[in-house]
Nanobody
């Protein structure tokens, strides 16, 4: 079992920044990858960013490339999402996710491979 708790969401003006945090506990030693997804009203939950806990490779959705950065701490007990130059279209509930399955790297952007999810944190970007 892995427990995930997000924090750091809030209201920010366009062009501003936020840093989301996800604290992990439980069987974190078995986690293969951690990721951030977001869910906006009327849209499907979509991939934002992911990081491999073994090699540290990162992956980003096209709309956030160059603006968002995913990272972990030295102990890999937390995952972060630094969001810069925020846009109104970034408004959504952001979820932290983790998987203990050794999936191929090509599957790291797929919602279905993640077994554990946080409760979500709201990010609202005003115009």
């Amino acid at each position: 079992q892995v427990q995930l708790v997000e924090s750091g969401g809030g209201l920010v003006q366009a062009g501003g920044s936020l840093r989301l945090s996800c604290a992990a506990s439980g069987r974190t030693f078995s986690v293969y990858a951690m990721a951030w997804f977001r869910h906006a009203p009327g849209k499907e939950r979509e991939f934002v960013a992911a990081i491999s806990t073994s090699g540290g490779s990162t992956y980003y959705a096209d709309p956030v490339k160059g603006r968002f950065t995913i990272s972990t701490d030295n102990a890999k007990k937390s995952v972060y999402l630094q969001m810069n130059n925020l846009k109104p279209e970034d408004t959504a509930v952001y979820y932290c996710a983790a998987t203990v399955r050794p999936y191929n790297v090509l599957s790291i952007v797929q919602t279905k491979i993640y077994d554990y999810w946080g409760q979500g944190t709201q990010v609202t970007v005003s115009s």
